[in-house]
């Protein structure tokens, strides 16, 4: 039985590409019995950069302990995140760059977690320590996660190591990476082909905040007027999906990746967001969240400790 590398549920590019390059690596490692796979589907930007580097897409599983005792966690780590029955296979290792939470496991494992700004970042680092050879498509899918999670270097998730690699990845690549990253962001904010639950859960994850149940989705476009056009069925969407899953809290911030800024809906315990964020929802249930573009580090923190008063 293979071992499974998957990043979290709603993946991102950032999660897909981590699952593959650190299958190729644990291939190079001496490990041949791997598979990358992935806990739903991919979203355009993601099949954007597959189909660019011409990498097959990984298969989608809901299980895992159906075919398999042994898995790897890359871009996650925290369990309500992770594949529905975590709890009946053995976590051999996980990668990731995220706070650690909700984790615990009934045997010693392999854990590398770094505060930089994308899973690959930390993947890119192992390969350098153990001499691995990295391909131009490697390189591509790597600096594809990195894109992506910096928002081409922009996030204020991005570190000073960030920009290294990033440049030192250029230096691998046959294309211009930020043109290719340029398009690539771009490729993902198509929402007229996607449906309101679509856009609510592409790029999603549940939080345990104090024992509330907070789910955090965000949405990337260049025009927030595509938003704004749609924001009673948005709305609509956001609380037939909270009342199903009993979710204390239902946060949806579009950002706006040309310009850095964000605007946040949210139901529920609408109060907590604004004392985290100290600004009232206007008379159009809109939050103004200038210069926000990270949910990790601008999203997370503030709420985590609003909610742990």
Avoid: W
Wanted: glycine share 4%; charged share 25%.
């Amino acid at each position: 039985m293979s071992t499974l590398i998957f990043g979290h549920q709603s993946p991102d590019t950032d999660a897909i590409t981590s699952a593959i390059d650190f299958a190729e690596y644990k291939k190079q490692s001496g490990d041949s019995d791997v598979e990358a796979v992935a806990l739903g589907e991919l979203n355009d930007e993601t099949k954007f950069a597959l189909d660019f580097f011409k990498v097959p897409a990984p298969r989608v599983i809901k299980t895992a302990a159906n075919e398999t005792q042994h898995v790897i966690l890359v871009d996650h780590n925290e369990a309500q995140q992770s594949v529905a029955d975590r709890d009946k296979v053995t976590v051999d290792a996980v990668i990731d760059h995220h706070r650690l939470a909700n984790f615990e496991t009934a045997a010693p494992l392999f854990i590398r977690m770094e505060p930089i700004g994308s899973c690959n970042s930390v993947i890119y680092k192992m390969y350098k320590e153990q001499g691995f050879k990295i391909t131009p498509t490697t390189a591509g899918l790597m600096a594809s996660g990195l894109i992506s999670d910096t928002l081409l270097l922009k996030s204020p998730t991005t570190t000073d190591e960030d920009k290294q690699i990033f440049a030192e990845l250029q230096k691998l690549a046959d294309v211009d990476l930020k043109e290719y990253g340029l398009k690539m962001l771009k490729a993902g904010t198509n929402l007229a082909a996607k449906s309101d639950k679509e856009l609510i859960d592409a790029d999603a994850k549940s939080f345990e905040m104090s024992g509330s149940n907070v789910r955090i989705a965000q949405i990337n476009t260049v025009d927030l007027n595509d938003i704004y056009d749609r924001q009673d069925a948005i709305l609509a969407a956001m609380q037939e999906e909270k009342d199903a899953d009993n979710y204390d809290l239902f946060l949806v911030f579009a950002t706006d990746i040309l310009n850095s800024n964000s605007v946040g809906y949210a139901l529920g315990a609408t109060d907590k967001v604004e004392a985290a964020f100290g600004k009232k929802f206007d008379a159009n249930k809109r939050l103004d969240l200038a210069g926000v573009v990270s949910r990790k580090k601008q999203v997370v923190p503030p709420l985590t400790e609003e909610f742990a008063k």
